[in-house]
């Protein structure tokens, strides 16, 4: 079981690093994170997520990515009855991006289903689609802006509010609906905070200084919701993930234009909400777990 903790630990959450640094416009980032406690009681399936994202993002105009993100869940039976779905979810989809003076925006049409979802998509339909975005405006004390997506455990629009000061190789980003306290060590001159605090809570050095090694500590939301099919497909319905984690991660730049993450995350306040066979909605309360969590960054 250690064995299996660790080797997932070595693998690797999607940034939004700002690629341009040091002539860098692309990157590919793939991360992994396995819980080491299970959710609930009388199972021992412990929840796991995978993500990649590949894009190409200069430093102004537009840019464009591809972003996958795999949950496993293991939904238990309630009443008698089986839920409805597996629990093997998917958000997947384009991401466009563009910066226009002191403004920054994302748009992402995103695919929302189960794994038999995703393999029939003849049959999808628009509850399968969400439409995420955001447009942020950058003011000398931080940003100001606007999100659609699902991390709150509903898709929704909610506002963002971000205050951000640094100080040497300290930054701190305080705000809704994430936060973040970052030291890092820079190589190649001082750094240079970019203003463009992105949606998992992260904001790298620009201009000429490359991280030579960082470490962070960050809160923020971490939920979703997915439209989901029985096995047969015959029921659809929505099932909603709502959970908070607190992390401490640590990078290393291994050699120029390649990141290392090391990390935990600890994930409270967390709820499942998903159907039955029979119809029955059911919400379920989650234990508090602690994730394992590793992430490997190639920029070119």
Not at 8 to 28: E, H, K, N, R
Not at 184 to 201: A, D, E, F, T, Y
Not at 238 to 254: C, K
Not at 260 to 281: D, I, P, Q, T, V
Request: net charge positive; glycine share 10%.
């Amino acid at each position: 079981m250690m064995r299996g903790i660790l080797a997932s630990a070595v693998v690797l959450t999607a940034i939004w690093a700002d690629p341009a640094q040091a002539g860098y416009d692309g990157y590919f980032s793939f991360s992994h994170q396995q819980a080491t406690n299970a959710p609930y009681a009388d199972t021992d399936n412990r929840f796991r997520a995978t993500t990649f994202y590949l894009g190409h993002q200069p430093t102004a105009g537009v840019g464009f990515a591809y972003h996958h993100d795999y949950r496993v869940f293991k939904l238990p039976p309630a009443n008698n009855a089986e839920p409805a779905s597996n629990g093997h979810v998917h958000l997947t989809g384009p991401v466009i991006t563009g910066h226009q003076a002191d403004w920054y925006w994302q748009l992402a049409p995103r695919i929302a289903t189960s794994s038999n979802g995703l393999k029939h998509l003849q049959d999808a339909s628009g509850k399968d689609v969400q439409l995420h975005g955001l447009a942020l405006f950058r003011t000398d004390w931080g940003a100001i802006g606007l999100q659609a997506d699902s991390r709150l455990g509903r898709y929704q629009p909610y506002p963002v509010v971000q205050y951000m000061h640094s100080a040497g190789p300290l930054m701190l980003q305080l705000g809704w609906p994430q936060s973040l306290i970052r030291w890092q060590r820079c190589s190649g001159g001082s750094p240079l905070w970019h203003r463009q605090p992105h949606p998992g809570g992260r904001c790298l050095a620009s201009g000429s200084a490359l991280a030579r090694a960082y470490l962070e500590a960050g809160l923020a939301p971490t939920g979703g919701q997915w439209q989901v099919k029985s096995k047969d497909r015959t029921l659809s319905t929505p099932f909603r993930q709502q959970r908070w984690e607190a992390s401490v991660v640590a990078g290393w730049s291994i050699r120029p234009g390649i990141e290392l993450r090391l990390g935990g995350h600890y994930g409270f306040r967390e709820e499942w909400r998903y159907r039955l066979e029979s119809g029955e909605r059911v919400t379920l309360s989650v234990r508090d777990t602690v994730s394992l969590v590793g992430e490997s960054v190639v920029r070119f």
